[in-house]
């Protein structure tokens, strides 16, 4: 029997979301119905709002999720009601050419439910990242929900479904981030103090943190970082390559995404360095930089996509930690709201109040 539930919905672009009554239906052959218990509000959720993403309206927003599985479809194993769940929107298919030669965290077909979500008259809803989690209860492909330790609050566990874990894997699988490395972090949101955390982890000697707000290089350090420069009055290049013996770093992660921030990590890096991007551009924007710097400087430049993570490997992994009290999941909640308060949330992520606002269900 369908379950109607209520859930943020963005109708059209740009315009103020609303909770509205929508159907989900019992899940089918390969699916999970998951009862969401909290779900983090990301800068992504926004992009889809403004169309940034795509024009695939009405989204169903909210992916960063926890919560328990209520009913799984017709050949699903591995999985059962009770479960207590993290949601992925990486669910590798096993077949596709990267998960054919050993690389399934990039994965080019990576399973969503096949059912469709709806609105009240029909209109099929479009969840963002395959997702839609800013609703009582979500449908998902089984792969997407990975089950983690029931001990790890809801709150602080579905974080790793997308921001902490794109932090951290950007630092730790992207930039391959080890012992001794000398790492520089620019923009310290939750993706970079996810990132300065990863770094932190993995062993690097010195994180160097970058922003242009003294609240936000304060909370850097609760993190790893050994270091902060403020960027606003400051030459971020000179002050990193000061704070490294003149050399630079082994690491330079863009949690920001412009073109300015792109140009400093590519010029604060050691020789033979390494950038990981993990900020999400404008679909506009441009970088130049000259050829000869690109060749003589040598290094790698690289796009982290979701962390490069494997969710079934790397969630519970990222839960031991945090029950571990290595990672800190519970510092990145700045506050909890309900479904009604999400539009207000955005606001205050928009002006750089919030490291996380988390709907809690």
């Not at 009290?325 to 909640?333: E, H, I, N, Q, T």
Request: charged share 20%.
């Amino acid at each position: 029997m369908p379950h109607e539930v209520r859930a943020v919905v963005a109708l059209k672009k740009g315009a103020p979301v609303e909770v509205q009554t929508i159907v989900v239906p019992d899940p089918g052959p390969g699916e999970a119905l998951v009862s969401v218990q909290s779900c983090g509000v990301c800068h992504t959720d926004l992009h889809h709002r403004e169309g940034a993403i795509n024009d695939d309206f009405p989204f169903l927003l909210g992916h960063e999720a926890a919560g328990t599985v209520e009913a799984v479809g017709p050949g699903v194993t591995g999985l059962a009601p009770g479960d207590y769940v993290v949601i992925a929107w990486r669910a590798p298919c096993g077949a596709c050419r990267s998960c054919s030669r050993g690389r399934p965290w990039y994965c080019f077909d990576s399973r969503n439910a096949a059912q469709p979500m709806t609105l009240l008259d029909g209109t099929p809803l479009s969840p963002a990242l395959g997702i839609g989690a800013f609703a009582e209860k979500t449908l998902v492909a089984a792969g997407q929900a990975v089950k983690v330790d029931p001990a790890a609050r809801p709150e602080a566990a579905g974080l790793i479904g997308c921001g902490v874990m794109a932090g951290y894997g950007a630092a730790v699988h992207t930039g391959g981030v080890s012992r001794g490395d000398t790492v520089a972090v620019i923009g310290c949101g939750g993706v970079g103090d996810a990132a300065i955390a990863g770094a932190s982890l993995a062993g690097a000697r010195r994180v160097i943190a970058v922003d242009i707000d003294d609240t936000k290089l304060d909370g850097a350090t609760r993190f790893g970082a050994t270091h902060t420069v403020n960027s606003r009055g400051t030459d971020p290049v000179t002050a990193v390559r000061e704070l490294t013996g003149g050399f630079g770093v082994d690491v330079a992660i863009d949690a920001v995404g412009r073109p300015e921030t792109y140009k400093q990590a590519f010029y604060m890096r050691d020789h033979a360095g390494v950038l990981v991007q993990v900020g999400v551009p404008e679909p506009d924007m441009a970088v130049e930089l000259p050829l000869i710097d690109l060749f003589s400087r040598g290094g790698a430049l690289k796009s982290s996509w979701y962390g490069d993570c494997l969710p079934a490997r790397d969630f519970p992994i990222l839960i031991d930690q945090y029950l571990s009290r290595r990672l800190d999941l519970g510092g990145f909640v700045t506050e909890t709201v309900s479904l009604d308060q999400v539009e207000e949330a955005f606001a205050r992520m928009r002006q750089g109040q919030v490291l996380r606002s988390v709907v809690v269900l």
